[in-house]
């Protein structure tokens, strides 16, 4: 009896699920005016978020100290006397290097006190140039006083290219500071230099002592005379490299660096300081390779000339990008993506890309941050449909529901949503 009941049991059960799938089928066939909804199964979407990324060149460098300063004598100007100093010593600007006794004290006294006027000539031009280009303001451009200005791509790309020239004036500007700034350094330094001498040989009548232009590691001293007697390596370090000439069609001067060095804790940050417009070496069989310079932040750490480097050299950058990753993208026929509409539909929303890396894509236009996108091919999902998705248990919110009463939660209701899904 039991088994007969079984054996009814399962033919009810398999008759009721044949009928299910050839009502179903009937239907679709048969739907010529589209009355049946074509719904698309959405199992997996996520939001457009923003995020910074970055286009880079890799490359090798080589710490080396940034300036080297020759300091000569002219025999004509005396006899030499005795370094003050040795290989390997540290010194401070306006420290004692060597010295020489005058051959002739009136021409050694003439020179220097032209030497000094010269000097003082030269710092007030600097000081006056550096005066000028503080008090120049760079004009920016108009924002947009024409209403109707905005409208159309020739409008944008005039605004577009303003905003460049401006930022390249205000680098220029920068640069030019920079360059004025260390040169009066150079001069004032010199000065001093010069001025320590005369008032030396004033009071002394004879001895000359020829003091150190600038603070650094005496690199090389030559015994025998020959000029540059004395050679000044700089205590501040730069990056010297060499980049290939698939990398330098890219590579500009100003371009961020992200600068790594093994056993320093942490990530330096520089820029591209100089980059030559020839190679070391021109060869028909052989890559050319320029020498490049990167200007770098000081490290907490101490660093020494001959360390080497790892280089990330950022040519381009989007920053807070719209971005997806890339797997969610459809590329046929066109870059797209499953837009998810807070009204129950799903379309396909054709985007522009941008920078991309890591695994993550750029946005340049088509959406916005925050609107929802399916993680699905495109095959498995119909344009223009609605969607359904699983249930998410552990966001709904249960006890909230429960408390609230029938008027916000009807079981009938609940039970015949899931069963149409």
Same mark, same amino acid.
């Given at each position: 009896?039991?088994?007969?009941?079984?054996?009814?049991?399962?033919?009810?059960?398999?008759?009721?699920?044949?009928?299910?799938?050839?009502?179903?089928?009937?239907?679709?066939?048969?739907?010529?005016?589209?009355?049946?909804?074509?719904?698309?199964?959405?199992?997996?979407?996520?939001?457009?978020?923003?995020?910074?990324?970055?286009?880079?060149?890799?490359?090798?460098?080589?710490?080396?100290?940034?300036?080297?300063?020759?300091?000569?004598?002219?025999?004509?100007?005396?006899?030499?006397?005795?370094?003050?100093?040795?290989?390997?010593?540290?010194?401070?600007?306006?420290?004692?290097?060597?010295?020489?006794?005058?051959?002739?004290?009136?021409?050694?006294?003439?020179?220097?006190?032209?030497?000094?006027?010269?000097?003082?000539?030269?710092?007030?031009?600097?000081?006056?140039?550096?005066?000028?280009?503080?008090?120049?303001?760079?004009?920016?451009?108009?924002?947009?006083?024409?209403?109707?200005?905005?409208?159309?791509?020739?409008?944008?790309?005039?605004?577009?290219?303003?905003?460049?020239?401006?930022?390249?004036?205000?680098?220029?500007?920068?640069?030019?500071?920079?360059?004025?700034?260390?040169?009066?350094?150079?001069?004032?330094?010199?000065?001093?230099?010069?001025?320590?001498?005369?008032?030396?040989?004033?009071?002394?009548?004879?001895?000359?002592?020829?003091?150190?232009?600038?603070?650094?590691?005496?690199?090389?001293?030559?015994?025998?005379?020959?000029?540059?007697?004395?050679?000044?390596?700089?205590?501040?370090?730069?990056?010297?490299?060499?980049?290939?000439?698939?990398?330098?069609?890219?590579?500009?001067?100003?371009?961020?660096?992200?600068?790594?060095?093994?056993?320093?804790?942490?990530?330096?940050?520089?820029?591209?300081?100089?980059?030559?417009?020839?190679?070391?070496? @021109?060869?028909?069989?052989?890559?050319?390779? =320029?020498?490049? /310079? &990167? #200007?770098?932040?000081? +490290? *907490?750490?101490?660093?020494?000339?001959?360390?080497?480097?790892?280089?990330?050299?950022?040519?381009?950058?989007?920053?807070?990008?719209?971005?997806?990753?890339?797997?969610?993208?459809?590329?046929?026929?066109?870059?797209?993506?499953? @837009?998810?509409?807070?009204?129950?539909?799903? =379309?396909?929303? /054709? &985007? #522009?890309?941008?920078? +991309? *890396?890591?695994?993550?894509?750029?946005?340049?236009?088509?959406?916005?941050?925050?609107?929802?996108?399916?993680?699905?091919?495109?095959?498995?999902?119909?344009?223009?449909?609605?969607?359904?998705?699983?249930?998410?248990?552990?966001? @709904?919110?249960?006890?909230?529901?429960?408390?609230?009463?029938?008027?916000?939660?009807?079981?009938?209701?609940?039970?015949?949503?899931?069963?149409?899904?």
């Amino acid at each position: 009896m039991g088994m007969k009941r079984k054996r009814i049991t399962k033919i009810i059960f398999y008759s009721f699920i044949v009928l299910l799938i050839g009502t179903n089928i009937t239907l679709l066939i048969t739907d010529e005016d589209n009355y049946i909804d074509r719904m698309s199964y959405i199992k997996e979407w996520s939001e457009i978020f923003t995020h910074d990324l970055y286009e880079r060149t890799l490359t090798e460098g080589v710490l080396a100290s940034s300036e080297e300063t020759p300091v000569y004598f002219e025999e004509s100007q005396g006899a030499f006397q005795q370094f003050l100093v040795e290989e390997g010593d540290t010194v401070t600007e306006g420290q004692p290097l060597f010295e020489y006794r005058v051959k002739d004290y009136d021409v050694t006294l003439n020179r220097l006190e032209q030497e000094v006027e010269k000097l003082t000539g030269e710092i007030t031009a600097i000081e006056t140039a550096l005066r000028n280009i503080n008090t120049y303001q760079i004009s920016l451009p108009e924002t947009n006083p024409d209403p109707l200005r905005g409208f159309g791509d020739e409008d944008d790309e005039t605004e577009s290219e303003e905003q460049t020239d401006t930022s390249d004036t205000e680098y220029m500007k920068e640069q030019y500071l920079t360059e004025k700034e260390l040169e009066l350094e150079q001069k004032q330094a010199a000065l001093q230099a010069a001025e320590a001498q005369l008032a030396e040989l004033t009071s002394e009548g004879s001895i000359v002592t020829v003091n150190s232009p600038a603070p650094g590691k005496i690199e090389e001293i030559e015994t025998d005379l020959k000029n540059p007697v004395v050679t000044l390596q700089s205590e501040n370090l730069h990056i010297e490299g060499e980049l290939p000439e698939t990398d330098r069609k890219r590579i500009e001067v100003g371009m961020p660096v992200n600068i790594h060095i093994d056993d320093v804790a942490g990530e330096l940050e520089g820029e591209i300081k100089s980059i030559a417009d020839s190679p070391n070496e @021109v060869s028909i069989n052989n890559t050319s390779f =320029y020498p490049f /310079e &990167v #200007e770098m932040d000081e +490290a *907490e750490t101490e660093v020494l000339p001959g360390y080497h480097t790892n280089l990330e050299i950022i040519t381009d950058q989007f920053l807070e990008a719209p971005t997806v990753k890339m797997d969610h993208i459809t590329q046929a026929p066109s870059p797209a993506v499953w @837009v998810m509409t807070p009204e129950g539909t799903v =379309y396909l929303q /054709e &985007v #522009e890309l941008g920078l +991309a *890396e890591a695994g993550f894509q750029g946005l340049t236009s088509g959406v916005e941050v925050g609107e929802t996108i399916a993680e699905e091919p495109k095959g498995r999902l119909i344009d223009q449909s609605p969607f359904v998705t699983p249930i998410r248990e552990s966001k @709904v919110q249960w006890k909230k529901m429960a408390a609230a009463g029938d008027y916000a939660f009807n079981k009938a209701s609940f039970l015949t949503g899931v069963i149409s899904r």
